[in-house]
């Protein structure tokens, strides 16, 4: 498993000449290390006003995010595997008309879920960006710029994937779910835009 292999080897394997780890691992990586970000900020022993509230929602903030860390750490295999289902599927024999609709339902399956994997790294990016908001209201100012940088590794995270969910789709033919994906990454893009700003806006208040 990608997640599993060391900084360096990991580096390794985004810098070779196969297409996986690709884009999509990469954007799920970050979005990982931007919640994990986050969670260090909110598990810092002073908080912004060393009162209980702030302890009790920086708990909950963190748990959810070391959550999310884990479910964007999983997607960066899970997007990788994925793609080496579409090769794989478009790889199968079509020598005979049986072959040819055997072929064309398996690459629409493994499409359908080429897609479905970034829009998940969305989701779980667009989630992480709105924990900051507890994070930046009650953790420690002085760790102000760890908790922009989580939100912008979050961002880019989202961005990334966002890309992937866009290419991917002009290969999907089922018009409901692409109409469907197309509102749903506008949605989760202006969510994050929105929380980035919530949270930063919080945190020039300090």
């Known amino acids: 498993?990608?997640?599993e292999k060391s900084l360096a080897d990991l580096l390794d394997a985004f810098s070779a000449s196969d297409p996986t780890p690709g884009?999509?691992?990469?954007?799920?990586?970050?979005?990982?290390?931007g919640a994990a970000l986050l969670a260090m900020v909110a598990g810092l022993p002073k908080t912004r006003h060393d009162s209980d509230e702030d302890r009790e929602a920086l708990t909950a903030a963190r748990h959810a995010l070391l959550a999310l860390r884990s479910r964007l750490a999983a997607l960066v295999d899970r997007d990788a595997e994925a793609y080496d289902r579409v090769v794989a599927a478009y790889r199968?024999?079509?020598?005979t008309d049986q072959e040819k609709a055997a072929r064309s339902e398996v690459i629409r399956q493994a499409v359908r879920l080429?897609?479905?994997?970034?829009?998940e790294v969305m989701r779980a990016c667009e989630a992480g960006v709105r924990l900051a908001d507890p994070?930046?209201?009650?953790?420690?100012p002085s760790a102000s710029s760890d908790l922009r940088v989580g939100l912008e590794l979050l961002g880019a995270g989202l961005r990334g994937a966002r890309l992937n969910v866009e290419i991917n789709l002009g290969s999907v033919e089922d018009e409901t779910f692409v109409s469907s994906a197309r509102r749903e990454i506008a949605e989760l893009q202006a969510a994050a835009e929105d929380g980035t700003g919530q949270a930063c806006a919080r945190l020039a208040a300090q």
């Open 1 to 3: 498993m990608l997640i």
């Open 23 to 33: 884009g999509g691992s990469a954007a799920a990586l970050a979005g990982a290390l």
């Open 92 to 95: 199968l024999p079509k020598a």
């Open 114 to 119: 080429a897609t479905e994997t970034p829009l």
């Open 135 to 140: 994070v930046a209201a009650c953790g420690n």
